[in-house]
């Protein structure tokens, strides 16, 4: 449930990476979490969430990878919840596209991919994804980067009652 409340453990603090500066001890809900991992890329709102949901980093990665298998994709394997590389961590941008795809039908998702800006705490996250204000019809996209995968672009645009998903990977100019 997006109310419930998830406690800041200090390893959730302390992954590398983008964060969204959780307080070690602090306690967010789950909406907030995950609108500080899609749009400041919070690592430490990853972490938190996985040991939230399924106790632990490895086993949230287990669920995901069940989520891949269901949704038949064939060039994906998670090691982790923040994206961070990893020796069997790996995806694909058709895969990726599938995967967003997927995830536009919940509702909550799509109002959280499409947010520009959103509050925890006083501070305030803006998405990265700069289509969302340049792009007539865009709504929503993430943003990544790691050293393996370079800089990871996904946005999805309504047009015409079609939504269309772009997915770029190690594109230094995806915009």
Known sequence: SLEENVSVKSEHTKVEGSSMYLRCGGEYTVEDLLHGLMLASGNDAA???A???????E?????MNEKCRELSLENTHFENAHGLDGENHYSSARDLALLTAAAMENESFCR???????????KVYHNHNKLLDSLPGCIGGKTGYTKK????????????SM?????????????
Do not use: K, N, Q
């Open 112 to 122: 959280i991919f499409s947010c520009a800006s959103y509050s925890v705490d006083g």
């Open 149 to 160: 995968a370079g800089r990871v672009l996904v946005s999805c645009v309504e047009r015409e």
């Open 47 to 49: 972490a938190a969430l």
């Open 59 to 63: 086993d949230f990665a287990a669920l």
């Open 51 to 57: 040991d939230h949901v399924a106790g632990s980093m």
């Open 163 to 175: 939504r269309l998903i772009c997915v770029t990977i190690s594109d230094p100019d995806d915009w």
